[in-house]
């Protein structure tokens, strides 16, 4: 990923739906947007035109054992983004992402549970940066 990437959208792929946020590299800090229903190439292309990203991340399903059943089709979704928006697109192990998304989004009605994912994904990958 490039260091000057400014302004970088994240996706948490999904079968149905995928979630969305974007975020300042600069600050560190990354917000949800609304997601859409999978595969989204359009609801994207839109996206990419409004927030004018300087790069993409993706988080990529790591199992604890072997290979996790959605992997192969993040990856194949990655490089269609690539191949699409000609954009770099850096993959980020989304490991228990839902689960805090869920924790955090406990009591609220509904809940952007995939787009509050993708914005974890995308501050792991902030921090991940930093250090």
Known sequence: MPDQARTVLAFDFGIKRIGVAVGEAELGTAHPLPGIAAPGFAEIEKLVKEWRPDAL????PVAERGEHPLARRVQRFARQLEGRFRLPVER???RYTSVEAESLLRGAKNKPVDSVAAQLI???YFHGRAA
């Open 92 to 94: 980020v192990d989304e």
């Open 122 to 124: 995308l501050e792991q």
């Open 57 to 60: 991340v993706v988080g990529l």
